[in-house]
């Protein structure tokens, strides 16, 4: 089955730099999407970044342009996000998401739906960001 582990979270002063990692394991579609989200106490989930595997496109939430940077590493089945400059305000549980469309099928999300949580079908357990001096 599908599974997805978070690591990499942790404590940084403001203006520091995390890399978390979602290791992805037990599909092979090439059509697949991997999103992070976020969700602090009392707030709901919000959509980070996201990456398409087909094309390689990425997509950021406008809080993070700039400084947020996804990528991925397809020998390891492991997608990054390089969170620079971090801010109190990023503090939050970080998950990465999939969607993996059914076998041979070639359906890709659409743009409007990347930073969405309800299209996404398997979760991480999440890894805790703090951002603090």
């Known amino acids: 089955q599908v599974q997805l582990v978070e690591s990499g979270g942790g404590l940084v002063q403001p203006g520091g730099s995390l890399r978390l990692s979602c290791a992805a394991s037990?599909?092979?579609?090439?059509?697949?999407?991997i999103g992070w989200f976020r969700q602090a106490p009392g707030k709901e989930r919000e959509g980070v970044s996201s990456?398409?595997?087909?094309?390689?496109?990425?997509y950021y939430a406008d809080s993070v342009k700039g400084r947020f940077t996804i990528s991925r590493d397809n020998a390891k089945n492991t997608v990054y996000l390089q969170m620079n400059s971090l801010k109190p305000e990023d503090a939050a549980v970080y998950l990465c998401?999939?969607?993996?469309?059914?076998?041979?099928?070639?359906?890709?999300?659409?743009?409007?739906?990347?930073?969405?949580?309800?299209?996404?079908?398997?979760w991480g357990q999440g890894t805790q960001v703090t951002v603090s001096s």
């Open positions: 998401a999939a969607d993996v469309p059914s076998p041979g099928s070639d359906y890709v999300l659409p743009v409007s739906a990347l930073l969405r949580p309800w299209p996404y079908d398997y």
């Open positions: 037990g599909f092979t579609s090439d059509y697949y999407a």
């Open positions: 990456i398409r595997n087909n094309d390689g496109s990425t």
